[in-house]
């Protein structure tokens, strides 16, 4: 009969240190379009028409029409960078999205000039506490809780980072909500944020969560948990990879930059 | 329909046809209803015969503001769940149900239309109050009830489980599922086929692959398009990588389960693995966003997986080994949550499960889709139908899945990897394929202008859900966690 401890130990430590170090190693994994507003040609709407979603969006505003793209409804389907003609949407390994302001999410013309070094000054030195999560699944596709468990796993060991998962909300910081808030999981939901002590936050963790995504509206299904409860962090993504949700809560603890402003990555 | 065997039936005559059917081999699988004009509902069964042979279908119409059917629940109780799931979402009733109570949509949620119907296009969410719910009555001296969920411990999908106790032993478990239903198949109403793999893809998460790929072989099956070898070799090559990253998955889970920590670190381990295999190969770890109708989106270059797949396997296959050696795991699992043959069968038991009881199916060999008719496909079986044979199983599809990817990768043609696909107005089509839960169906109707009018998404969890409360019955508290494990269920696939 195997003795696991010594299996355990003869495997060696499989952790990946990022952030302290290593290589964020999401490798090929690719994340949200990155759009080229200077290629984009007017009178074109290839893209929003293969946008499920209704990410990208043609408005007329008075001068002509205009591209609208909200990375908050975003899946990351590929479909805009694989239709687009003028090569205005790029695909990117930009998947570290999660930002404390909605608004952040939508693409701002304004700040195409922006210099990314702006946006990395902005580093909060950590404070170093402890962060204890209740998760609710509010109506995801289960591909959200795939990546949570994940977190847990060796490779990402996520009690290094002094953050645990907690059974019962009354010993919960974080709301980690998931999925497009179902008309039967609303309730649940909110008994859920009700019982929590305060001071207490919301992540909407997702693209279900921040928006509904792709499968939002209908007769059951709700736009995301801000129709219902307070948002403290947005985290688009179908699904963030276990990286990106690492890096929302750190976000969340001032332990990491916010790395999107006005719908801009900086690497 | 493209792809089944169709009978054209009054309703009348559907009792007896689906007896003759039964005794004939057969199988059903399903059934559902659309509404081809707004006043004139269809109901449809789809089963299953031998293997190679074409999928029997039922269709009856409902004229003349008829909305009752016959129930053939009675005659197949896994058409139970079926038809109360048609009759809370497309408004038909079924006479002589023996639990006729609403299942998808709860008690105290009130569209203004069945939500199926084409006319019903609601602006929001529709009109909620939480009512009681339909319980069976259990009576005795010391019955306690324990309900637990929706929101349980863990990072678990929600679902809520009412048990009736006496001390440790369950008496009976009465699952009350559908908190996540999101009106799916109302979703690809009016969709191009392009954009309604977007959504089949988000389904079920861990089964994305699965579910787009039997959406697109019905596309493929209603315009009667046949797509490139090298796409149908790629689509095994994928379908099999997700099977791989699952079962590890539930191996891993099944030891948090029995508290063998090392055992679970390491299964989760293997499995987090492949899902960077798959993301690094494919861009997605879900494998998103690769298929389209007529093949795959784009050509992937695949050099380096035999490789890296290669050097994954001994551990694999190493850390099977001693999960089969060890005496405190095996102690959990043997005997626990045992699924007869018979209710196997009769309750509609899907994939791994109703292989681990006796019943040696899978779509892959039976209907072969994509490539799989090229290569000899293991279907492993177990009699004991017990979590270890569950278990076994998974174990034994690992070890085919792996064996059918390196066969896949040196087969592997070169060429295009799509062809254009064009479905007519009006066509229908039956795509299906073996997910790592078990069989998939979809049904796709398109409308007058080519659009989708109607998708029947037949998903495995819904089948093993149904099944899952007949192994819990006089089992005890201790068991019960083991044996939700190791049948593997998903609550987004159930729910849809």
Not at chain 2, 136 to 160: C, H, I, K, M, N
Not at chain 2, 229 to 240: D, P
Not at chain 2, 475 to 480: Q, T
Request: with cysteine; net charge negative; charged share 20%.
């Amino acid at each position: 009969m195997p003795v696991w401890t010594l299996y355990g130990l003869r495997r060696g430590v499989a952790t990946n240190p990022w952030p302290d170090g290593g290589q964020v190693t999401q490798r090929g994994v690719q994340g949200m379009p990155r759009f080229h507003s200077e290629q984009c040609k007017e009178g074109c709407r290839v893209c929003a028409d293969v946008c499920l979603p209704g990410a990208i969006r043609i408005i007329e505003n008075g001068r002509g029409e205009r591209l609208t793209l909200d990375y908050g409804k975003c899946v990351a389907c590929q479909m805009c960078t694989e239709f687009c003609p003028e090569d205005a949407m790029e695909k990117s390994g930009d998947w570290a999205f999660a930002v404390s302001k909605r608004a952040d999410l939508i693409w701002d013309e304004a700040l195409t000039s922006l210099p990314a070094q702006e946006l990395t000054q902005k580093i909060h030195t950590a404070f170093g506490r402890s962060l204890h999560v209740r998760h609710v699944d509010a109506g995801s596709c289960n591909g959200c809780e795939s990546e949570l468990q994940a977190l847990n796993n060796p490779y990402y060991n996520l009690h290094r980072l002094g953050i645990f998962f907690t059974p019962s909300p009354r010993f919960a910081d974080l709301l980690l909500v998931m999925g497009t808030v179902t008309y039967a999981m609303k309730e649940a939901l909110l008994e859920t944020y009700n019982a929590m002590p305060e001071p207490r936050w919301v992540m909407a963790m997702g693209t279900c969560a921040v928006s509904g995504g792709a499968v939002g509206g209908g007769y059951a299904c709700g736009r995301g948990v801000e129709e219902f409860l307070p948002v403290d962090i947005y985290v688009p993504g179908c699904p963030p990879n276990p990286t990106a949700m690492i890096q929302a809560l750190l976000l969340l603890l001032n332990r990491t930059p916010q790395r999107v402003q006005g719908g801009h990555f900086a690497d | 329909m493209n792809g089944a065997l169709e009978q054209r039936l009054s309703p009348d005559e559907l009792p007896e046809v689906c007896r003759a059917l039964m005794a004939g081999g057969a199988r059903l699988q399903m059934a559902y209803a659309w509404f081809p004009e707004p006043d004139t509902p269809e109901v449809i069964y789809l089963g299953d015969w031998k293997r190679l042979e074409p999928f029997p279908m039922l269709r009856c119409r409902l004229l003349d503001g008829r909305r009752e059917l016959p129930s053939l629940a009675a005659i197949t109780p896994l058409l139970g769940w079926y038809e109360r799931e048609i009759q809370d979402l497309c408004g038909i009733q079924f006479s002589g149900h023996p639990e006729p109570s609403p299942l998808v949509l709860h008690e105290g949620a009130r569209p203004e239309m069945p939500p199926l119907d084409p006319r019903y296009q609601p602006e929001e969410m529709m009109p909620y109050s939480p009512q009681p719910w339909h319980l069976p009555a259990v009576e005795g001296d010391d019955v306690q009830q324990l309900p637990f969920g929706p929101v349980r411990a863990d990072v678990l999908e929600s679902a809520q489980i009412l048990f009736y106790y006496v001390g440790e032993g369950i008496l009976h478990c009465h699952p009350r599922l559908f908190f996540k239903h999101r009106g799916l198949e109302k979703q690809f109403e009016g969709l191009s086929p392009l954009l309604g793999v977007v959504l089949a893809e988000r389904i079920s998460g861990v089964d994305s692959f699965a579910h787009a790929l039997a959406f697109c072989q019905a596309v493929e099956a209603a315009a009667s398009s046949k797509i490139p070898e090298r796409a149908s070799y790629l689509r095994v090559i994928l379908a099999e990588l997700e099977r791989l990253y699952n079962h590890l998955h539930y191996l891993g889970h099944l030891c948090h389960t029995t508290t063998l920590k090392v055992g679970e670190a390491q299964g989760k381990l293997l499995e987090e693995q492949c899902k960077q295999i798959n993301g690094e190969f494919t861009g997605s770890r879900f494998l998103r966003g690769l298929l389209v109708p007529g093949g795959m989106r784009r050509d992937l270059s695949l050099n380096g997986l035999e490789e890296r797949l290669r050097r994954l396997e001994p551990q694999i296959i190493d850390y099977m080994f001693e999960l089969e050696t060890t005496n405190s795991h095996l102690d959990r699992l043997l005997t626990t949550g045992l699924l007869p043959r018979q209710v196997a069968f009769d309750q509609g038991a899907s994939g791994p499960i109703k292989r681990a009881s006796g019943i040696q199916r899978d779509l892959r060999w039976s209907h072969p889709y994509a490539a799989y008719g090229s290569f000899n496909v293991d279907v492993p079986v177990r009699q004991e139908g017990d979590a270890h044979a569950r278990s076994q199983i998974r174990m034994d599809e690992i070890r085919a899945s792996i064996k059918l990817i390196y066969s896949a990768l040196e087969n592997l043609p070169r060429g295009r990897v799509s062809t254009e696909v064009h479905a007519f107005p009006g066509s229908e089509g039956l795509g299906w394929c073996e997910s790592t839960r078990g069989s998939i169906y979809h049904c796709v109707h398109f409308d007058e202008v080519g659009h989708l009018a109607r998708v029947k998404v037949k998903s495995p969890s819904f089948s093993n859900w149904r099944v899952f409360p007949f192994t819990v019955h006089d089992s005890n508290m201790m068991d019960y966690a083991i044996n939700e494990a190791s049948f593997g269920l998903t609550m987004a696939g159930c729910d849809r």
